[in-house]
């Protein structure tokens, strides 16, 4: 017998929504066969099935919101194993009681416009069957709890929302693009609205807008990250005048060939994950009192989520890819992130991560660990700068190269101050010395 729990599906994320169960009980389901459909903040996906076997009892229901970790159902070996299923029926036996109360309750709903309070409640909770009676065309039947919550907390008509998920549903992801549609809105208007206070002294009270679970659970994830590691900064200058000419070069080609632009991240992720292999304590993780040392570079990837949450999806086996493999994923795997189409083990399984703000020209940053991972990389912006080179003659001169910052955050627990510095030297002479042009050929 195996119980199958909401696995983690995301570093940050801590629960789902049930969205279809796939199998349903009674059913021979495979080991690693599609078992049911979750929906979370950051991923829309279907999750395979932990074990072989006969689904004898379903524990979370469709539509229902659980935590990471909480039993959803049971896999028995045989079909002769339902013995879970007899608790379930004395439930059903025993409700028998209740339909009394609701037979009851229609006749007494006139006298509910008495209580003032009470009509507003009972019109909500009216609508999604008036909808259903559209033929789910206005608003569909089964809104996540997570939804639900979200639609009452801002007050959203969902009729009005065109739901983007399966069979027209609403998704978590449709009602937080009408808030931040709501919330750019007030933006465009100040010129109209600068009311004085009481007293005409200033400008009126600061808009409220509510943390979005994203980022309550980031910041959640964040803070425990702070309190688990002893949290190092170490940085270097990296000259990246060799992979910048071979940028330049190779522009074109590389465009009309991926379809995409050619960066700066391959060459750092891929320098990067040579690197470890020279220092292996920086691909661990923290267990318990122990360091778990990977012997495989899982690169996580950090993806911004137009500007409302951070994911990482996973570049497994990293270390046995070229640059050009490596490039390909991270611009797949970033825009199915966007587009919430990632399954769990896309975003899970990370042993080492780097952070790409340099984008925005950032100079130096000092990311936070992704637990349980010791250390992660911000890639931070790389300008034009005037630097000292010196020719085979030992002469120097003064040239303008692309010169920017690699910033390494680190736990103390793993390791010293001198294992940084030193992986991170090996880092940047990988990335100045480097025969790039037959890396990209």
């Given at each position: 017998?195996?119980?199958?729990?909401?696995?983690?599906?995301?570093?940050?994320?801590?629960?789902?929504?049930?969205?279809?169960?796939?199998?349903?009980?009674?059913?021979?389901?495979?080991?690693?066969?599609?078992?049911?459909?979750?929906?979370?903040?950051?991923?829309?996906?279907?999750?395979?099935?932990?074990?072989?076997?006969?689904?004898?009892?379903?524990?979370?229901?469709?539509?229902?919101?659980?935590?990471?970790?909480?039993?959803?159902?049971?896999?028995?070996?045989?079909?002769?194993?339902?013995?879970?299923?007899?608790?379930?029926?004395?439930?059903?036996?025993?409700?028998?009681?209740?339909?009394?109360?609701?037979?009851?309750?229609?006749?007494?709903?006139?006298?509910?416009?008495?209580?003032?309070?009470?009509?507003?409640?009972?019109?909500?909770?009216?609508?999604?069957?008036?909808?259903?009676?559209?033929?789910?065309?206005?608003?569909?039947?089964?809104?996540?709890?997570?939804?639900?919550?979200?639609?009452?907390?801002?007050?959203?008509?969902?009729?009005?929302?065109?739901?983007?998920?399966?069979?027209?549903?609403?998704?978590?992801?449709?009602?937080?693009?009408?808030?931040?549609?709501?919330?750019?809105?007030?933006?465009?208007?100040?010129?109209?609205?600068?009311?004085?206070?009481?007293?005409?002294?200033?400008?009126?009270?600061?808009?409220?807008?509510?943390?979005?679970?994203?980022?309550?659970?980031?910041?959640?994830?964040?803070?425990?990250?702070?309190?688990?590691?002893?949290?190092?900064?170490?940085?270097?200058?990296?000259?990246?005048?060799?992979?910048?000419?071979?940028?330049?070069?190779?522009?074109?080609?590389?465009?009309?060939?991926?379809?995409?632009?050619?960066?700066?991240?391959p060459f750092i992720a891929r320098a990067t994950?040579?690197?470890?292999?020279?220092?292996?304590?920086?691909?661990?993780?923290?267990?318990?009192?122990?360091?778990?040392?990977?012997?495989?570079?899982?690169?996580?990837?950090?993806?911004?989520?137009?500007?409302?949450?951070?994911?990482?999806?996973?570049?497994?086996?990293?270390?046995?890819?070229?640059?050009?493999?490596?490039?390909?994923?991270?611009?797949?795997?970033?825009?199915?992130?966007?587009?919430?189409?990632?399954?769990?083990?896309?975003?899970?399984?990370?042993?080492f991560t780097i952070t790409n703000p340099g984008?925005?020209?950032?100079?130096?940053?000092?990311?936070?660990?992704?637990?349980?991972?010791?250390?992660?990389?911000?890639?931070?912006?790389?300008?034009?700068?005037?630097?000292?080179?010196?020719?085979?003659?030992?002469?120097?001169?003064?040239?303008?190269?692309?010169?920017?910052?690699?910033?390494?955050?680190?736990?103390?627990?793993?390791?010293?101050?001198?294992?940084?510095?030193?992986?991170?030297?090996?880092?940047?002479?990988?990335?100045?010395?480097?025969?790039?042009?037959?890396?990209?050929?």
């Amino acid at each position: 017998m195996a119980d199958v729990v909401l696995p983690q599906l995301g570093e940050t994320v801590t629960e789902g929504t049930i969205i279809r169960w796939i199998r349903q009980v009674g059913d021979e389901v495979g080991r690693d066969e599609p078992l049911f459909e979750i929906s979370t903040d950051k991923v829309d996906s279907e999750v395979p099935s932990p074990a072989s076997g006969i689904l004898t009892q379903v524990v979370a229901a469709e539509g229902e919101t659980v935590e990471v970790g909480a039993l959803l159902a049971v896999i028995s070996e045989s079909a002769d194993s339902p013995a879970p299923e007899p608790p379930a029926s004395p439930e059903p036996a025993a409700a028998p009681e209740p339909p009394e109360a609701p037979a009851a309750e229609p006749e007494p709903a006139p006298a509910a416009t008495d209580a003032g309070p009470e009509p507003a409640p009972a019109a909500a909770d009216a609508a999604p069957p008036a909808a259903a009676a559209d033929g789910g065309r206005s608003q569909p039947r089964l809104l996540s709890p997570v939804v639900r919550r979200l639609v009452n907390e801002h007050r959203i008509d969902v009729a009005g929302i065109e739901g983007s998920g399966v069979g027209g549903r609403v998704t978590r992801a449709d009602v937080e693009r009408v808030i931040r549609d709501r919330q750019v809105a007030p933006r465009q208007a100040p010129e109209a609205a600068p009311e004085p206070k009481a007293g005409g002294v200033g400008p009126a009270d600061p808009q409220i807008v509510p943390l979005s679970n994203i980022r309550k659970t980031i910041g959640r994830h964040m803070v425990a990250s702070k309190a688990t590691s002893p949290h190092v900064l170490t940085a270097v200058e990296v000259d990246f005048e060799g992979v910048e000419r071979v940028r330049r070069e190779a522009r074109a080609a590389w465009r009309a060939e991926e379809g995409f632009g050619l960066t700066y991240l391959p060459f750092i992720a891929r320098a990067t994950c040579d690197a470890i292999s020279d220092f292996p304590h920086l691909n661990a993780s923290i267990v318990g009192s122990d360091l778990a040392v990977h012997r495989s570079v899982h690169l996580a990837v950090a993806v911004d989520l137009d500007f409302q949450g951070l994911l990482a999806p996973v570049v497994r086996d990293a270390e046995t890819k070229r640059l050009r493999a490596i490039a390909r994923e991270v611009v797949d795997l970033a825009a199915r992130a966007r587009r919430k189409e990632l399954s769990a083990a896309e975003v899970t399984g990370g042993t080492f991560t780097i952070t790409n703000p340099g984008q925005y020209g950032t100079l130096m940053q000092f990311p936070i660990i992704n637990q349980p991972q010791v250390a992660i990389l911000s890639t931070d912006g790389i300008r034009r700068r005037p630097v000292v080179v010196t020719d085979a003659q030992g002469d120097e001169a003064i040239a303008v190269h692309s010169v920017g910052v690699l910033a390494l955050a680190w736990d103390h627990r793993a390791f010293d101050g001198a294992y940084v510095a030193a992986f991170l030297d090996r880092l940047r002479h990988i990335i100045q010395t480097r025969d790039w042009e037959a890396e990209i050929a």
